[in-house]
């Protein structure tokens, strides 16, 4: 089994900043992709942003340029860096994780609430 614990959500106006965390832990081997998605009511998840174990970057368009998602291996740890916030943003954030060996995990989500 695969644990992660997410952090850094919360209320922030438009324009504000958040720093979201997720830290992996328990049967990891080799963890190839980290992400964030979210989800909005009544709506899919969908992919905000993610990056591999070589640093490679994807990024949905409506985030490019305002988000920043990085990693630290070490630490097993992923983040998300959330400047120019809109209230569009406002979702559910949930981290991901796909191990080669384990397979693939979520986070519980974390609410980021963005007030204009």
């Known amino acids: 089994q695969v644990q992660l614990v997410e952090s850094g959500g919360g209320l922030v106006q438009a324009g504000g900043s958040l720093r979201l965390s997720c830290a992996a832990s328990?049967?990891?081997?080799?963890?190839?992709?980290m992400g964030w998605y979210r989800q909005y009511p009544g709506k899919q998840r969908e992919l905000v942003a993610a990056?591999?174990?070589?640093?490679?970057?994807n990024y949905a368009d409506s985030v490019k340029g305002r988000f920043t998602i990085s990693r630290d291996n070490a630490k097993n740890t992923v983040y998300l860096q959330m400047n120019s916030l809109k209230p569009e943003d406002t979702a559910v954030y949930y981290c991901?994780?796909?191990?080669?060996?384990?397979?693939?995990?979520w986070g519980q989500g974390t609410q980021v609430t963005v007030s204009s």
């Open positions: 328990g049967r990891i081997f080799s963890i190839t992709v």
């Open positions: 990056i591999t174990s070589g640093s490679s970057t």
């Open positions: 991901n994780v796909f191990d080669a060996k384990v397979g693939n995990y």
